[in-house]
């Protein structure tokens, strides 16, 4: 289908969709759309927890790809929903989600997919494909995160050196005794209270922080955090919170150390330079270590990428569409 190198496709529909029962009490929501004999897809959503956008099925070619997307336990809609209190998290972890793709993936038939995502997005995919390597075609990647504790103490501590009221703010959304210490999993805690007033002061002072953090960056419509409806914005920040105070249950590291084994999987990463949320470090970090992936950095661009990122992404998924 022909469009211009930065234009995404036309928006299309999906010609199936389901409900997979992943055990636990839990159902997630899948579709398909683009070409049924294309070469399979799966697009991986960020958050954790922000659900998947019919916009992203829009980098694909519908007439070369068979296009999956799915939304993550507790989100999107999937059930049951993480803006439930009653909803177990215990039962929504990296070690989950990488069993639910695997599920997917045989429900549906696919020997080998392409995979896309970024941010959040980028952590689950390549923890999956490092567990399940000969599954995976291709990977794309805009603004890589491997949710490091060190990047996710980057995100709520750090970066606040650029943004101290904000921050200010942001600690101040916890009691005193715990503004000095692991701010994320005072937040988590705050989470699970049975006062919905808590639940939901703390899923503001969260996204007014998020939403600072990309404040630098170019955007139309909402803001993206607290723009959100208001039970996806709290399913949002209650999965965020419970996967990053226990760092995604990963070892420190791990995703780049392990990054050998994705060898023969040709891999695109694109990051931007001004990435506040994700510095490019990591991006860096994991070119270094995974042999077939290749890096380009945006200038002028950040976390949301821009017309460069789109138009990176696109080659990218045109390239792989041949092959």
Request: charged share 25%.
């Amino acid at each position: 289908m022909d469009r211009e190198p930065d234009e995404k496709y036309p928006p299309i529909e999906p010609y199936e969709q389901g409900m997979l029962d992943v055990g636990d009490g839990n159902l997630v929501h899948w579709e398909v759309c683009g070409n049924p004999d294309g070469k399979p897809a799966l697009v991986v959503h960020g958050g954790p927890g922000s659900g998947c956008g019919a916009h992203t099925r829009q980098y694909f070619d519908p007439d070369r790809y068979r296009v999956v997307l799915f939304d993550q336990r507790g989100c999107g809609r999937s059930t049951p929903h993480a803006s439930d209190p009653a909803a177990d998290m215990g039962h929504n972890t990296t070690a989950h989600l990488i069993a639910d793709m695997e599920r997917l993936r045989v429900r549906l038939g696919i020997e080998k997919w392409l995979l896309y995502g970024g941010s959040w997005g980028s952590t689950l995919i390549l923890a999956y494909a490092e567990e399940h390597p000969e599954r995976v075609s291709e990977i794309v990647i805009p603004a890589v995160t491997t949710t490091r504790r060190s990047e996710i103490d980057w995100l709520y501590r750090g970066v606040g050196k650029i943004f101290p009221e904000a921050w200010d703010l942001f600690r101040a959304g916890v009691p005193e005794a715990a503004r000095d210490g692991d701010l994320v999993a005072a937040y988590a805690r705050r989470m699970e209270s049975p006062d919905a007033a808590v639940r939901a002061k703390a899923t503001a002072d969260w996204c007014a922080w998020e939403d600072a953090v990309l404040s630098q960056e170019t955007y139309s419509g909402p803001p993206p955090y607290s723009g959100r409806p208001g039970s996806a914005r709290q399913a949002l920040v209650r999965i965020c919170s419970h996967y990053f105070s226990h760092g995604a249950w990963l070892e420190e590291g791990q995703l780049i150390r392990n990054a050998g084994r994705l060898a023969g999987i040709p891999g695109v990463l694109v990051h931007g330079r001004f990435d506040l949320g994700g510095p490019l470090i990591t991006a860096w970090e994991l070119a270094k270590a995974w042999p077939d992936a290749e890096l380009t950095v945006i200038d002028g661009a950040g976390h949301l990428g821009g017309p460069a990122t789109t138009r990176a992404v696109l080659e990218a998924l045109d390239r792989f569409a041949a092959q």
